[in-house]
C-alpha cells in the first residue's frame, strides 16, 4: 500500500493520516515551508512508541490527535511525533507508571537557524501547559485554600 493510499479526506475536510508530523503540517514539504508559525497539534497521548532509523531514536505518541496547518488543513490520526521538547515532555509523563494519559496542545514555528546543517529548526509553544498534567500538582490545585499565616 503506497503512503498516498495510507491517508484520507474526509467530506469535513480532515485528513485521517498515518501519523501527524511535521512533514504533514508543512503539506509534504518541511524545507519550503515558510519560517514562521506551522501550526497547532493538540491531543491526548496514552502510550510511546520507541524505536530507531539510520537517523537515530525516535519516540512516537500514541493516543488521539489532531493537527492543523497555518493554511486551515485539518489532520487527524492515533500516532503523532512533535518537534522537542513538546514530544519528550508528554513522553516522559507517560514513562510514569502513574500517569495514563497525557492532554497537551502546541504551537509550532519554524525558526531558521544556519548553525544547524539543515537551517531551520522547530519550537513549540505549549497552548495547554503540559504541567496540567502532573498528578501532584493535579492534587494541590484541588485542595482548599491554606489559612492564612497567623501575625
Known sequence: MSKKAETKTTATGTTMS????????????????????????????????????????WTKLKGQFIGQNAEGQKFVSGFCIL?????????GQLMSDEITEVKFSFDIYKVLDESIA?????????????????????????LPALPAPEK
Open 83 to 91: 518537534p522537542e521538547p513538546g514530544n519528550g515532555l508528554v513522553a
Open 118 to 142: 539543515v537551517g531551520y529548526q522547530f519550537k513549540t509553544d505549549a497552548v495547554l501547559d503540559v504541567a496540567q498534567n502532573d498528578m501532584l500538582e493535579n492534587l494541590v490545585a484541588s
Open 18 to 57: 498515518r501519523k501527524i508530523t511535521m512533514k504533514e503540517l508543512c503539506c509534504g514539504d518541511v524545507k519550503a515551508a515558510k519560517a514562521g508559525y506551522i501550526g497547532r497539534v493538540t491531543g491526548i497521548a496514552n502510550d510511546i512508541v520507541i524505536g530507531e532509523t539510520q537517523y537515530g531514536p
